[in-house]
């Protein structure tokens, strides 16, 4: 059976495999940097043993790393393949929203896992 961490590791790995279009509304497939840029990002929540819950490809050539927390509440780091990256933590609803920019750096990625934590639970 596959860990948590290779079961991500793996549909990410997938992703690679998308083309233009793939979700039937002309959507660009994820760009190998936004892709290796993930990989470096799930390799830091696993040592800091805060893997996200989910992998979402976007349909503008980049990937979103989702972790769900207590009730309804949500965040995600959305990669573009721009090279710019959001975060924005959420309710499902989303009558409550915040969205700000984020670093790729080590640290910055590290305030951003301090930051869901403290959002996802109570």
């Known amino acids: 059976m596959l860990t948590k961490y290779e079961n991500l590791m793996r549909y990410l790995n997938s992703l690679a495999d ?35 819950d989910a992998i979402v490809p976007d349909a503008e050539g980049g990937v ?26 959420t309710n499902k609803a989303r009558t409550e929203i915040q ?4 670093k790729d750096d080590l640290a910055s990625i590290e305030q951003v896992f301090v930051d869901f934590q403290s959002y996802l639970t109570p």
Do not use: H, M
């Not at 990989?39 to 800091?48: C, E, L, S, V, W």
């Not at 780091?77 to 710019?84: A, Q, R, S, V």
């Not at 969205?99 to 984020?102: A, G, M, P, R």
């Open 99 to 102: 969205i700000e920019e984020c």
């Open 18 to 52: 998308l083309e233009d279009g793939w979700d039937s509304y002309g959507a660009s497939a994820p760009a190998s940097w936004t892709l290796d840029k993930a990989r470096r990002i799930i390799d830091q929540a696993n040592a800091k043993d805060f893997l996200p």
């Open 64 to 89: 979103a790393l989702y972790w769900f927390g207590e009730g309804d509440k949500q965040a995600y780091l959305n990669l573009f393949d721009d090279g710019e990256n959001l975060i924005v933590c």
